[in-house]
């Protein structure tokens, strides 16, 4: 099992940049695919980005390709999503999910099995 823990949430203004991390515990973090996701009021929980065991495959939502870049580090047992030129849009909690699957990138709320407790995002213009 593994427990997730993210952090780095706040209240920015348009064009901003946040940096979200995601601490996991367990010694085989580095098997899990990793994934962000979002959800804002009144919507449903979405897809944001996504990163493969291995740093070499990551997918990203298209409101968020060019803007947003998730990464990984194995040794701190980390992943992050750096979040560069933030709008209104992006406002929601932001949650941080985990799978001990290693051969892909997952995109699916239902591929995941592990959560973590969410860090608020705002995004004022």
């Known amino acids: 099992q593994v427990q997730l823990r993210e952090s780095g949430g706040g209240v920015v203004q348009a064009g901003d940049s946040l940096r979200l991390s995601c601490a996991a515990s367990?010694?085989?973090?580095?098997?899990?695919?990793m994934g962000w996701f979002r959800q804002a009021p009144g919507k449903e929980r979405e897809f944001v980005a996504g990163?493969?065991?291995?740093?070499?495959?990551?997918q990203y939502a298209d409101s968020v390709k060019g803007r947003f870049t998730i990464s990984r580090d194995n040794s701190k047992n980390t992943v992050y999503l750096q979040m560069n030129g933030l709008k209104p849009e992006d406002t929601a909690v932001y949650y941080c999910?985990?799978?001990?699957?290693?051969?892909?990138?997952?995109?699916?709320?239902?591929?995941?099995?592990?959560w973590g407790q969410g860090t608020q995002v705002t995004v004022s213009s």
């Open positions: 990163i493969r065991w291995s740093t070499s495959s990551t």
């Open positions: 999910a985990a799978e001990p699957i290693t051969r892909v990138v997952l995109t699916s709320i239902d591929d995941y099995d592990y």
């Open positions: 367990g010694r085989t973090f580095e098997r899990y695919a």
